[in-house]
């Protein structure tokens, strides 16, 4: 066993370094991270207008709230690549080393490409008169959007590079060291942004010769069949949890890794959810973000609710007993490190089963549950490290069915921790009664 250990070891340790190291994922979980309070903004207003139960909904409407609890959710949530492309593309440059400032001009010019890739004009109905109406200075809401998300990313990925190849040669305009650095700043970043503009303008010219028309439609009629067939599949979630799940096995932070990937896979279906429960329609995608939280990671990595019960309920020992009570706390939010470097579950053999096996049976369980409708797919309202147990799965869900479940799926992580925890527990009562000693005495 410590043999295989220290082969997975030396495997997994260069492989986690190097994703760790990845300025691409860097600058994608960097700006999606910053991306955070305009998302949870959005996920709440949606919850608190769309919550399916029926005398709230009554109240809100009967009061004129309803309306009011929609409105952020156009700005946020419906605006999310509009965010994206800044926040990413000024996380990226800063992953390759452009400083703070200039990685702001970044971001802008970023966004100003995303922009002029998108066409103006939108048609739409008079509704008074029920006549096509056509608006020449708009902008359709789609592109704004989840649809908008994967342009958003890929722009927001490219452009800092091509930003600093000006920098690097510079090609800027220079002005005295006694002119504030702000306007300095805004002046250096002129010829870059006139110069990736007319790029973005030959790009949408020669996308409109193409059947998808727009480079934003381009690039999402092409990903969209691939990553939505990776992302509905249960397989890549459970994959996900492995390489988070086997990263905390020897001390690092595998959920650094894993929900970097899991933001580019998940993000557009959770978008998806979170307008289709607004707007009342049937919700597109079983598989989306919260579920890493919610029926996956339940209490943290390796589903680690199921062993803050065994510790409160179970434990024999001074040790464990004293530790659940520490745990119990951080566990019932979702953070785990108490309990991984408090057994430890680090480099533990008898631990890394349950820790493995735990998330992918309940993620199943789950997703069994709304695949055959016993419980409702989840709304796409944001769920985060932090957000208590059972509340998550009320948030998630918006329905007492999901928070039924998250409870059953808590019992079975229980029941599969139990076993390998009375291992640890009888060994650690052992100790404390002297046994251990006593029996390398006698050998």
Not at 46 to 56: C, D, E, F, K, R
Not at 227 to 255: D, E, K, Q, R, Y
Request: hydrophobic share 55%.
């Amino acid at each position: 066993m410590n043999a295989f250990m220290d082969k997975l070891q030396a495997f997994l340790l260069p492989l986690s370094d190097k994703l760790n190291r990845s300025k691409i994922l860097r600058g994608i979980s960097g700006g999606f991270s910053a991306m955070l309070p305009i998302v949870m903004v959005g996920a709440i207003f949606s919850l608190l207008n769309s919550l399916n139960i029926q005398p709230y909904q009554d109240l809100i409407t009967a009061i004129g709230l309803k309306p009011l609890l929609a409105i952020p959710g156009s700005y946020t949530t419906d605006m999310i690549s509009i965010y994206a492309v800044f926040l990413i593309a000024k996380a990226e440059a800063e992953a390759i080393g452009i400083d703070n400032r200039k990685s702001v001009s970044s971001g802008l010019i970023a966004l100003l490409f995303f922009l002029l890739l998108i066409p103006l004009g939108v048609t739409g109905t008079h509704e008074a008169s029920g006549e096509a109406v056509f608006v020449g200075g708009a902008i359709n809401t789609m592109y704004r959007g989840s649809v908008g998300l994967f342009t958003a990313m890929i722009v927001g990925l490219v452009i800092p590079y091509l930003h600093n190849i000006f920098i690097k040669n510079n090609i800027t305009i220079k002005m005295p060291d006694t002119v504030p650095p702000m306007i300095s700043e805004s002046f250096a970043a002129m010829i870059p942004a006139i110069c990736i503009a007319f790029v973005a303008v030959v790009l949408r010219w020669a996308c409109s010769f193409t059947e998808a028309g727009t480079f934003t439609m381009l690039i999402y009629n092409t990903l969209k069949a691939p990553l939505t067939s990776m992302a509905a599949s249960p397989a890549t979630f459970i994959i996900l949890l492995l390489v988070c799940n086997v990263l905390w096995c020897f001390g690092i932070h595998g959920g650094m890794v894993a929900t970097s990937i899991m933001s580019m896979l998940y993000t557009t279906f959770t978008n998806e959810n979170l307008a289709a429960y607004n707007a009342g329609l049937e919700l597109p995608n079983i598989i989306i973000q919260p579920a890493w939280f919610t029926i996956g990671n339940i209490g943290g990595s390796g589903c680690a609710m199921g062993l803050v019960f065994c510790l409160l309920l179970f434990a024999r020992s001074q040790r464990y007993k004293a530790l659940g009570k520490v745990a119990i706390p951080s566990g019932l939010c979702g953070i785990s490190e108490p309990m991984v470097f408090g057994i430890p579950l680090v480099l533990n053999p008898i631990t890394m089963i349950p820790m493995l096996l735990a998330p992918i049976v309940t993620f199943l369980l789950g997703y069994a549950a709304m695949a055959i409708g016993i419980v409702p797919f989840m709304n796409g309202v944001g769920v985060n490290t932090g957000t208590p147990v059972l509340l998550s799965a009320f948030i998630a869900f918006g329905d007492i069915r999901g928070v039924l479940l998250q409870a059953v799926l808590v019992a079975v992580s229980t029941c599969v921790w139990f076993p390998f925890f009375k291992i640890l527990d009888n060994q650690a009562v052992k100790e404390e009664n002297g046994e251990v000693a006593t029996e390398l005495e006698a050998a």
